[in-house]
C-alpha cells in the first residue's frame, strides 16, 4: 500500500501533452532522460557544446576539486571486452580555472551538472558554491571514486560522513544537489535513506566498481595506481540491483549509471526506478551518436507499449 502511495505522488508530478521524453529530476527539466557521465568528455566548454548538440538532455562534467592535481602516472586505462577499468586519479584543473569554462556555457540549451569532490565536507561546500557563481545548474557530489584516498568512497561509504557533506553543501548553494553513490558497501539501502535525510535533490547509483587488472608476463598490476574503477557492460547487473534496491528506500529521483550502452539497458534502468539515466564508457566504443540512438530507441519503446511518458515506467518493475 505505502508503496503504490508513493507511485501516486510520483505520478502526480506528470503533466500530459508533453514530450514523452521529458524528465524532471531534483527540479532541473530535462528534454530527454539521457545525461553525460561524470569523467567523460566533461573537461572543456567545446567538448560540453558538442555533447549538448548530439542529444543528451543534461551534462556532468569531470570531477573538479578545490586546487588542480595532475593525477596518476600512466598506465590510467585498461580496456577489456566488457568495459574499462581507469584510474586517472581526478585530475583537474582546480574549480578557481574551471570556472571559466563554466562561464562559457551560460548559453548551454541543457543543464550543467558539475561534478565536484572535495577532501573536506568544507571543501566540497567552497568548490559547489565556486561552480554555482560561475553558473552550474546543480552539483553532483562524487562520494564514490573507488581509489583517491581522502575522497570520494572513503568519505561517501561513511553515511554520517556523506551527510555532513551534504549537509555543508546544501547550506552554502541553492541549486540542487546530487548524491553520487558506491555499490561498495555493505548496507546500500541505509546509505541511501542517510543521504535522503540529510537533503540531497537525487541519488547517482553507481559509480565505478573497485578492480584491477594483472600483466602475466611483467607479473605487475597494469594501472600506476594498482586499483581502477570499473565501467561498462560488465557492472550493469551490479547498477540496475542498486537502483532497484534504492528504488525501494526512498522518494527522491535516482540517476541510473552503469554499462548502459543501448536504449534496451535504458529502459531497464527506469523500469528499476531511475528519472534519468547517465552514458559514460560506451561513448568511448561508439561515439556521441548514442545519445540519439537511445532516445530514439526510448521513444519507440513507450510508443510501442502504449505509454504517454517516460514517467510512467520510472519504476515500474516493482508493481509487478
Ligand atoms: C576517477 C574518478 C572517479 O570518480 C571514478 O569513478 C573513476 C576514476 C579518476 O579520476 O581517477
New binding site residues.
Partial sequence: MEKLLQHKKRDEMQSPNQNPLMVEVAGLKLKNPTILA??ILGTTSEIIEKVAKAGAGAIVTK?VGLKPRR?YSNPTLIQLDYGII??????NPGIHQFKKEIEKLRDLPIPLIVSVYGFSPQEYAEVAEEAVEAGADAVEL?L?????GGT?TEIGSNPKLAMKVIREVKGRIKKPVIAKITANVADLKGLARSIEEAGADAITAI??IRAMAIDIETTHPILSNII??LSGPAVKPIAVRCVYEIYEAVDIPIIGCGGIIDWRDAVEFILAGASAIQIGTVIAYRGLSVFTSIKNGIFSYLKRKGYKSVKDIVGLSHRA
Avoid: I, K, R
Fill in positions: 561524470s569523467g570531477s593525477g581507469n584510474a586517472m586519479g581526478l585530475p562524487n564514490s571514486c573507488p581509489h583517491v570520494g559509480n565505478t581502477g574503477g
